[in-house]
């Protein structure tokens, strides 16, 4: 089975990445280091991934701030990710590729570029699922996968 958010954290994290984007730079530094003391459980960044890849209802500033955070938090942590939330990671970004807006396929984009590099520096092969989806992707007649498939 796949993993499935608490209700009541996805609330308070979607809620926090939200007021990080208010213009006031006391709000946004009290919500970053909110957000940073989240790193030290290892589904805050399934909750991230979540937020970007299955709420197409959220805001779409709100959905590429939770990839943005996640890649960040993959370029500086990977190696201490459980193998669990790599997968997550991958195979959510991969379902992603096609979402409808330009924006959040940008950040799946930059978000598989960066997990690519990331278990290639650590002596990874490249799942070869990955590979596949992509080609795949390039094969589809809608015009957002294709175009996510080389974001």
């Not at 954290?9 to 530094?29: C, D, F, G, K």
């Not at 909110?34 to 970007?52: E, G, R, V, W």
């Not at 590729?97 to 570029?113: C, F, N």
Request: hydrophobic content about 40%.
């Amino acid at each position: 089975m796949a993993w499935q958010p608490e209700e009541s954290a996805l609330l308070q994290i979607m809620q926090l990445l939200r007021e990080s984007q208010s213009p006031n730079t006391e709000v946004q530094r009290a919500i970053h280091q909110k957000l940073n003391s989240l790193n030290q459980y290892p589904d805050f960044n399934n909750y991230l991934m979540y937020i970007l890849a299955k709420l197409p209802e959220e805001a779409v500033a709100t959905r590429s701030l939770a990839g943005l955070i996640l890649k960040n938090n993959i370029k500086q942590y990977y190696r201490d990710l459980p193998e669990e939330v790599k997968q997550y990671a991958r195979v959510c970004c991969l379902e992603s590729l096609g979402d409808a807006a330009p924006l959040v396929r940008t950040t799946v984009g930059i978000l598989l570029s960066t997990v690519v590099k990331k278990m290639t520096e650590d002596g990874e092969l490249a799942q070869p699922e990955m590979l596949g989806a992509l080609v795949t992707c390039l094969d589809s007649p809608d015009f957002n996968v294709c175009e996510g498939a080389f974001g």
